[in-house]
C-alpha cells in the first residue's frame, strides 16, 4: 500500500507561480510512475503532467507545456509539480496519483493510488 499526501497549494494572482509536493508513504514507490491530475469545479478529473522512476520520460498536457515542470526525488520519495505563469484555467484542485508499472500514461484509470489533493486558486 502507498499513501500519497500533497502540499503547497494556496491563492496566487495569475502570471504567480507554486510548487505542489507530493511525498509518498509505505510501500516504496521507486518503480511506480507518477502524475500529477487536476480537476475544476464541474468538470472531469485531468492529466497535467506524469514522470517514470528514473525521470527519463516525461510527459505533459498541452495546456500546461512549457510552465509547468514535473521532477521526482527517489531518495526522498517526493514528486514534485513546478508551476510557473499560473493562470485562472488552472485553478482546480490538483492530486498526485502512483502507479505499479514504471510506465508513464495520461490515463487516469490506470494509476492505483491517489492522495487526497491540494487546492489551487489563481485569481486574475
Known amino acids: 500500500q502507498v499513501l500519497l499526501v500533497e502540499s503547497g497549494g494556496g491563492l496566487v494572482q495569475a502570471g504567480g507561480s507554486l510548487r505542489l509536493s507530493c511525498a509518498a508513504s509505505g510501500r516504496t514507490y521507486g518503480t511506480y510512475a507518477m502524475g500529477w491530475f487536476r480537476q475544476a469545479p464541474g468538470k472531469e478529473r485531468e492529466f497535467v503532467a506524469a514522470i517514470n522512476w528514473s525521470g527519463s520520460r516525461i510527459i505533459y498536457a498541452d495546456s500546461v507545456k512549457g510552465r509547468f515542470t514535473i521532477s521526482r526525488d527517489n531518495a526522498q520519495n517526493t514528486v514534485a509539480l513546478q508551476m510557473n505563469s499560473l493562470e485562472p484555467e488552472d485553478t482546480a484542485v490538483y492530486y498526485c496519483?502512483?502507479?505499479?508499472?514504471?510506465?508513464?500514461?495520461?490515463?487516469?484509470?490506470?494509476?492505483?493510488?491517489w492522495g487526497q489533493g491540494t487546492q489551487v486558486t489563481v485569481s486574475s
Open positions: 496519483a502512483g502507479r505499479p508499472l514504471p510506465i508513464v500514461t495520461r490515463d487516469a484509470h490506470e494509476y492505483r493510488y
